[in-house]
């Protein structure tokens, strides 16, 4: 589903990503872990289309029935997300004024519209995203507020997953959705993306913590450090990295402030 | 036999045409007959306006008395607007279509005007109307036709045009002309009152809501002429009314002067309520052309309890120059300003409100939404002034203003004045950008960056468009929209 071939990324004269390969296939769930600046969010935000960041090499295949063939940096952002693609924020944006159910609306039919079908009017809407909500055991009332507006940071995150289930996306990628979650809301985003689990689907979670891994159980294990993959396992190498930290992943010459979990 | 692909000029000029008009859909003229008097002031003019309209002697004095006092006075230089010298004697004070005297009803209206208004989407057609809503159509100088009139005239209801109003009811002119607004007011307010043409005038007798929104739609649409449009609206003891504005104008190069007047009247337990949506012919995006806006809006709570609510959402003109004001003079009467005001491109606003608190328990609210993109300018001027006499008068004002781009401008002038310490005040302004990192989130939703910014924008003047009637929201919505098209990027 996602082939990244020897990824360079840089923001100005800093190099950020140094080189990244990275095959996933729908049906699974990869990991990628690394200490704080290993260069993990960008990856994230690089796959979602932010700007200003420089692609310096490489290429990112996005193998959607549309795109066969196109490198996936080439597109916009809705471009990405109309074909199948979801970043979850690590840090989700408020837009004040603009209630919840409006921007959930506007995404799902913008999505729909690019898979070829019908807008969802009003009512239809409303009996999707409530079933959504059941999911997440999140009340009603959040979709009438201001999108992440005075939304508690377990809130803001539960919302990210509200929005996922309703789009439903092809390749999910969460960014850091664990941090800041007390272990009753883990446990609620842990079952919202465990219940979306399918075999058409890939999801990429990018953490910082094993944690989360007790939830959602991936398939493969990345570390990220310095820029680059040093290792890749099954879920097993999340619990050596529990046990003994990622200074021993970790090349010499890379300088990290922080080397354990 | 296939041709080859090569857009001819003639071709690419006309889809370039139907570009730029895609920017400002109301900029056609209306090719008609126009009745013009010629260009220049004087009080030769005025008598001749004066004697178009037919209009009883205190008129003629009243008007005479305004223009003296104009020559006395010179153009205000406070506001943060810019523009060349307005030359007053290059303008035609009264431009009406020729179609002979004032058409009685919709059958004696010139086609062509019917027309232009069923263009501009306006209903002049009873059956075709929305239900619900009476319109006023006034055409540069002259008043075309008002809707609904007989359904109104039985609740006692009057709504009909300024120059009708002098005619019929020359007694209640009389009465309220000039008072909100006195003749003396304003450099701008001055000059409309010597040479105003025509506008809407509606009473609404004692205790009596009026089951319908009043609309005018005014037009300009003659070169070279200005717009001098009065409104009075008179709301009797415990009466209720609704009030909406729309405005547009032809594209051209040169600018075109529109000083208008609005004043109303609410008596005791009376409530009015008066939205505006001005898209007038804001100017190309090199700042030729375009209207200028100064206004003067008035409304004066005389009796305790009165309420008054004023809700703008200004798009259009190159300048804007306007402060609905409230005087709140009765007892717990009460004070509203709610303003949207856009400027892209080259366009300027200097706006806001004046709350002037008399009465005792007085209540004002001000909620001010500045939009400034491309290279605009956008002014918040307001003035909460509390008298001795205004014992516990309280108000609250939110400005707030949102960049769109690295070259606009938004500026926020507060005034506030208090002489009575049982008085409560209270000021918050915000100033932000609309973030690029709000705008990718949005994206990667799957929204397009044109519907993010206007996702955004909406969000921001959510709480002014929800005081506006639904249809107008509906509007306001789609005109943002459009003169938002490029503004990012």
């Not at chain 2, 306006?122 to 059956?127: D, H, K």
């Amino acid at each position: 589903m996602l082939e990244i071939r020897n990824l360079h990324v840089s923001i100005g004269d800093r190099p950020i990503l140094a080189g990244i390969d990275l095959d996933v296939k729908a049906g699974e769930v990869h990991a990628i872990m690394g200490p704080n600046g290993s260069g993990k969010s960008t990856l994230a935000q690089v796959l979602a289309g932010r700007e200003g960041y420089a692609v310096t090499a490489g290429s990112v295949r996005y193998l959607d029935r549309d795109l066969v063939g196109q490198d996936l940096l080439a597109l916009a952002p809705e471009q990405r997300a109309r074909a199948g693609i979801f970043l979850a924020f690590q840090y989700p944006l408020e837009i004040p004024g603009v209630a919840n159910v409006q921007l959930l609306r506007s995404a799902l039919n913008s999505v729909r519209l690019q898979r070829g079908e019908s807008e969802l009017d009003a009512m239809d809407f409303l009996d999707t995203v409530k079933s959504k909500l059941a999911l997440l055991d999140m009340d009603e009332s959040f979709l009438y507020r201001a999108v992440n507006e005075g939304f508690s940071g377990g809130e803001k995150k539960r919302n990210e997953i509200l929005q996922m289930a309703v789009l439903e996306p092809r390749l999910a990628i969460l960014d850091e959705t664990d941090s800041g979650l007390d272990i009753d809301a883990l446990k609620t985003v842990a079952h919202g993306v465990n219940a979306l689990k399918h075999p058409e689907r890939a999801v990429i979670l990018v953490t910082h913590y094993q944690r989360l891994l007790n939830y959602i159980v991936p398939d493969h294990v990345h570390v990220l450090a310095g820029g680059r993959i040093v290792r890749s396992g099954d879920a097993g190498l999340a619990l050596e990295l529990e046990d003994r930290g990622y200074g021993w992943l970790i090349p010499e010459s890379g300088s990290l402030e922080e080397m354990r979990p | 036999m296939s041709q080859p692909e090569v857009s001819h000029p003639d071709a690419r000029n006309a889809e370039l045409r139907s570009r730029v008009a895609d920017e400002y859909r109301w900029g056609f003229v209306t090719d008609i007959e126009q009745e013009v008097v010629p260009k220049g002031l004087s009080e030769a003019v005025i008598r001749l306006i004066s004697a178009k309209k037919n209009e009883p002697d205190f008129m003629l004095e009243w008007r005479l008395q305004a223009y003296r006092h104009w020559l006395t006075l010179t153009e205000p230089t406070w506001s943060s607007v810019h523009h060349p010298a307005i030359d007053y004697q290059a303008i035609h004070y009264y431009a009406a279509p020729k179609s002979g005297s004032q058409p009685k009803d919709l059958s004696e209206v010139d086609p062509e005007l019917l027309r232009t208004y069923e263009k501009l989407g306006i209903p002049l057609q009873e059956r075709e109307a929305l239900a619900g809503v009476a319109v006023d159509a006034v055409f540069d100088s002259v008043s075309v036709a008002t809707t609904f009139k007989d359904k109104l005239e039985s609740l006692g209801i009057i709504f009909c045009s300024f120059s009708e109003a002098v005619q019929k009811h020359p007694e209640l002119v009389r009465e309220y002309l000039g008072s909100v607004v006195p003749y003396t007011d304003n450099y701008f307010a001055t000059l409309n009152s010597a040479v105003f043409t025509d506008g809407s005038f509606v009473y609404v007798p004692k205790g009596v809501r009026c089951p319908m929104e009043l609309s005018t739609y005014f037009r300009i649409n003659a070169r070279n002429s200005g717009q001098f449009e009065r409104t009075l609206i008179i709301a009797d003891e415990g009466a209720t009314v609704s009030y909406l504005e729309g405005c547009t104008a032809p594209m051209r190069d040169e600018n075109q002067l529109h000083a208008a007047v609005v004043e109303l009247v609410a008596l005791k337990d009376a409530r009015i309520k008066y939205s505006t949506v001005q898209n007038w012919y804001p100017g190309d995006a090199e700042g030729r052309g375009g209207i200028y806006n100064f206004v003067t809006k008035r409304g004066d709570c005389r009796g305790d309890r009165a309420h008054i609510s004023w809700t703008q959402v200004e798009t259009g003109s190159a300048i804007t120059w306007k402060y609905p004001s409230c005087i709140l003079r009765g007892d717990d009467s009460v004070g509203e300003f709610y303003s949207v005001a856009l400027t892209n491109h080259r366009q300027q606003a200097d706006t806001g409100t004046k709350m002037i608190h008399i009465g005792r328990n007085t209540r004002s609210t001000i909620v001010s939404k500045g939009i400034s993109a491309g290279f605009g300018s956008n002014a918040y001027r307001g003035l909460v002034k509390v008298l001795p006499s205004a014992a516990n008068a309280r108000n609250h004002t939110q400005c707030d203003s949102l960049l769109m781009s690295d070259h606009c401008a938004a500026h926020t002038f507060p005034y506030i004045e208090v002489k009575n310490p049982s008085a409560t005040v209270e000021h918050e302004a915000t100033t932000s950008k609309i973030g690029d990192d709000q705008l990718f989130y949005l994206r990667s939703r799957g929204l397009s960056e044109e519907d993010a910014v206007n996702l955004i924008v909406n969000g921001f003047c959510k709480e002014v468009f929800k005081e506006l009637p639904m249809e107008f929201a509906v509007e306001a919505q789609k005109l943002l929209a459009v003169s938002l098209e490029g503004a990012i990027g």
